[in-house]
């Protein structure tokens, strides 16, 4: 029920990015980059598609705490369930999101959603695929009877109502600043300078942040300045996801002392083994001197990548809709066929010079998996999916024909 929750608002979500567009362009604001918000989307599109397919010990586990540890439950059917379990899902939330921010291993999948270097919408989309460790915050939920479909439901509530708060439009709201969150309690948490650091993390109380000691208000005179210190300068969404995983991997290995390789994961945000730390010093970047990463592109690219996206996107919510009448082996298949173009778009738009050769082979193999693996009963729609990746191959083509590279050109 949770995820048709979100299946059922995400029309809603696509409006009010629209609508946020619309008021950006009016008012001659400056909140969107189209690089930017491609790779927002198809980090949500890749995290939402691959929640379904991957085994998950969470669900595991919370089975086992309702069916073994609880032997009696709420009823689901009381109005003060529903209300107590969607604050203390906020109250579990707001500790797991704050460790999230203080710990490695946890911070590691937490940095996708704070990568971006703009603020809007589309920001709120921007997913992790590469978290590890969040369901252990939310085990206190079934240890007290809290049933599964109320805990699930107030999850997919809580992060539907986090949605709106990603906008730097909306101004202060009042009353509301003492109670919720709000745009402005959230665009601090956003910030990476000093005085907004790990601020404001709950989801959609903010009282959580006054009683413990988080809270942080919007100041008038310190401008936000969005991203993440050791900056991502990339829109593979595949890299964003495994960013800060591999800069720990690499340090835990470099590190001499046993005890270091593991300690690392554990530590503060941020934090790597004198011995490494010394050997391989990393430059962090000043937030008062940041230079958003923003490689100029074709606008013929900008067209295609557009377009593809917007295919994959339709193909995600076609595999979210349909995903429990496929095996597992079409669904893998089928998560693979959305995220592939996302990662060619990404590296389309960092212009690469190996990027058209990964999208042609990519279009070129979709092209044979579709005619291999399709049904005969799906004889029209693999027509239609197989002609759209010949097109697409023959626009790309046409694109760097006589080209090295898709390096930018002034059109």
């Not at 409006?15 to 567009?21: C, K, M, W």
């Not at 959580?208 to 100041?219: A, I, K, P, S, V």
């Not at 008062?288 to 990463?293: A, D, N, T």
């Amino acid at each position: 029920m949770a995820t048709q929750i979100i299946l059922i608002a995400s029309p809603f979500f696509f409006l009010l990015i629209f609508i946020e567009l619309w008021v950006n362009y009016k008012k001659g604001r400056e909140v969107y980059r189209l690089n930017d918000a491609i790779t927002s989307l198809s980090l949500g599109v890749i995290s939402q598609s691959q929640k379904l397919i991957i085994f998950s010990l969470a669900s595991l586990v919370y089975a086992w705490f309702s069916d073994t540890i609880v032997t009696w439950q709420w009823n689901s059917h009381s109005a003060f369930t529903w209300v107590f379990a969607f604050i203390f899902y906020d109250f579990l939330y707001y500790w797991y999101h704050r460790f999230s921010h203080q710990i490695n291993f946890l911070w590691a999948g937490h940095v996708v959603h704070h990568q971006s270097e703009e603020y809007n919408l589309t920001t709120a989309l921007r997913q992790t695929s590469s978290s590890v460790g969040a369901w252990l915050f939310y085990i206190p939920s079934f240890i007290i009877g809290i049933p599964a479909e109320v805990f699930f439901v107030c999850g997919a509530l809580n992060l539907i109502y986090q949605f709106w708060v990603h906008t730097r439009l909306v101004g202060r709201l009042g009353w509301m600043e003492s109670v919720l969150v709000t745009p402005s309690h959230h665009r601090v948490h956003h910030g990476q300078n000093q005085i907004y650091i790990d601020k404001n993390h709950g989801g959609v109380f903010i009282i959580w942040d006054r009683l413990f000691g988080t809270f942080q208000r919007e100041l008038d005179d310190v401008k936000v300045i969005y991203g993440v210190r050791r900056a991502l300068g990339s829109f593979n969404p595949l890299w964003a996801n495994v960013h800060t995983w591999y800069s720990l991997f690499s340090d835990a290995i470099k590190c001499e002392r046993w005890f270091d390789k593991l300690k690392i994961w554990f530590m503060p945000t941020g934090w790597r083994p004198a011995d490494v730390e010394h050997k391989y010093p990393i430059q962090k970047r000043i937030p008062e001197e940041l230079v958003k990463f923003d490689p100029p592109v074709r606008r013929i690219i900008k067209v295609y990548v557009l377009v593809q996206y917007v295919i994959g996107l339709m193909l995600g919510v076609l595999f979210i809709q349909f995903q429990n009448e496929l095996s597992f082996e079409i669904k893998l298949l089928v998560w693979l066929v959305i995220s592939a173009p996302l990662i060619g778009c990404g590296l389309l738009l960092e212009t690469k010079s190996y990027a058209a050769e990964f999208e042609f082979s990519r279009l070129f193999a979709s092209a044979t998996a579709v005619i291999y693996f399709s049904p005969l009963g799906l004889l029209y729609t693999t027509t239609a999916v197989v002609g759209y990746l010949l097109v697409s191959m023959s626009l790309l083509i046409l694109i760097v024909r006589g080209k090295k590279s898709i390096e930018y050109v002034n059109n």
